[in-house]
């Protein structure tokens, strides 16, 4: 599975992702510490929001999504995506 822009193809992406934190209270006030959680697995998923860095584009992670071929990289061996083994061929 791959990411890419559907606006400008950028692979430079962010996406919202759910974590933990850990909570500390102290009279009154409170702030959040991600790096001392028990637990740092996060989450995300199609319905999570999603913005390229470079054009800004954003919208839900399934827009960003990329179909893939059954064709497989000669060097890396994971599967290209749909339009690059489209490309190929027309070459």
């Not at 990411?3 to 102290?26: G, I, K, M, N, Y």
């Not at 390229?52 to 071929?69: I, N, P, Q, W």
Request: glycine letters at 4%.
């Amino acid at each position: 599975m791959s990411w890419r822009c559907p606006e400008c193809r950028s692979t430079a992406l962010d996406v919202s992702v759910e974590t933990w934190a850990r909570l500390f209270q102290r009279c009154g006030d409170f702030e959040t510490d991600f790096d001392d959680a028990l637990d740092h697995s996060h989450e995300w998923d199609d319905d999570s929001p999603m913005k390229c860095r470079d054009c800004g584009h954003g919208a839900l992670t399934e827009e960003f999504k990329v179909r893939e071929s059954s064709a497989v990289c000669p060097n890396c061996h994971q599967p290209l995506p749909v339009e690059k083994f489209m490309r190929q061929d027309r070459e």
